[in-house]
C-alpha cells in the first residue's frame, strides 16, 4: 500500500512563506502526478497545483501565483511553497499521488497537515 | 473554471437503503473526466470512482458512478454503516481542477 507522510512547520507567519513536504516510502514516486490540496470550512477541499510526471507545474489562478510546487526524485519527495500567507490561507493541507501513472486523479493521500497562520 | 454544484446538500437515509447523488459541472466536461471522494471526519478524502464510472482499488461493486458531459451520479446500493461520509465530486478535464461543495449521507 502506497503510503505518503507530509512534514514540515504547521505554524506560518504572516507575510512569510510557508511550505510543506512530502514523501513516498515505496519508491513509488517517479511517473505519477502529485498534487496539493486543502481544505477549510469556508472554502471546502480546494486544489492548489499539480506537477506532473514530466516536471511541469499547474496552478490554482486563485493563489496569484504565491504557490511553487516541487519535486525531488532523489529523495522522492514534493514540497509546496507558499508565499505571503495571510490568515485565509489556513487550513488542512494534504499532499497526493495520481492512481495511476498519466492521470491526475488523487488516489493516495498523506495525514494532513494543519496549518495556522498568526504571528 | 468548471464550477461543480452537488445535490443535495444532505442525504438522510438508513443502513441498507440506495444513496443517489449528483454532481452537476457548469461546463462541458470532456472525456468524463470526473472522479468522486469520499472524506471521513478527521480522514483524508479517499478515492471512490474516477473517468466518471471506474471504481478504485477497494471500492466495493455496491458503488457505481455514471453520467457523462454535464451531469454525473455516484449510486451508492445497500449501504453499510461505513458509508455515512461526505462525498465531493472533482473535474480534471480543465487545466484548473476543481471539487464540488460536497453531499454529506448521514445515518437516518
Known amino acids: 500500500q502506497v503510503q505518503l507522510e507530509q512534514w514540515g512547520a504547521r505554524l506560518w507567519k504572516p507575510s512569510e512563506t510557508g511550505s510543506l513536504t512530502c514523501g513516498v516510502s515505496?519508491?513509488?514516486?517517479?511517473?505519477?502526478?502529485w498534487t496539493w490540496i486543502r481544505q477549510s470550512p469556508d472554502k471546502g477541499l480546494e486544489w492548489i497545483g499539480e506537477?506532473?510526471?514530466?516536471?511541469?507545474?499547474n496552478y490554482n489562478p486563485s493563489l496569484k501565483s504565491r504557490a511553487t510546487i516541487s519535486t525531488d526524485t532523489s529523495k522522492n519527495q514534493l514540497s509546496l511553497r507558499l508565499a505571503s500567507v495571510t490568515a485565509a490561507d489556513r487550513g488542512v493541507y494534504f499532499c497526493?499521488?495520481?492512481?495511476?501513472?498519466?492521470?491526475?486523479?488523487?488516489?493516495?493521500w498523506g495525514q494532513g497537515a494543519l496549518v495556522t497562520v498568526s504571528s | 473554471e468548471i464550477v461543480l454544484t452537488q445535490s443535495p446538500g444532505t442525504m438522510s437515509l438508513s443502513p441498507g437503503g440506495r444513496a443517489i447523488l449528483t454532481c452537476r459541472a457548469s461546463?462541458?466536461?470532456?472525456?468524463?473526466?470526473l472522479a468522486w471522494y469520499q472524506q471521513k471526519p478527521g480522514q483524508p478524502p479517499r478515492l471512490v470512482i474516477y473517468?466518471?464510472?471506474s471504481r478504485a482499488t477497494g471500492i466495493p461493486d455496491r458503488f457505481s458512478g455514471s453520467g457523462s458531459g454535464t451531469d454525473f451520479t455516484l449510486i451508492i446500493d445497500r449501504l453499510e454503516p461505513e458509508d455515512f461520509a461526505m462525498y465531493y465530486c472533482?473535474?480534471?478535464?480543465?487545466?484548473?481542477?476543481?471539487f464540488g461543495q460536497g453531499t454529506k449521507l448521514e445515518i437516518k
Open positions: 473517468g466518471a464510472s
Open positions: 497526493a499521488r495520481g492512481v495511476v501513472r498519466g492521470v491526475p486523479v488523487s488516489a493516495f
Open positions: 506537477i506532473n510526471q514530466s516536471g511541469k507545474s
Open positions: 472533482q473535474q480534471y478535464a480543465d487545466s484548473i481542477r476543481t
Open positions: 515505496d519508491g513509488s514516486f517517479s511517473g505519477y502526478y
Open positions: 461546463q462541458f466536461v470532456s472525456s468524463s473526466y
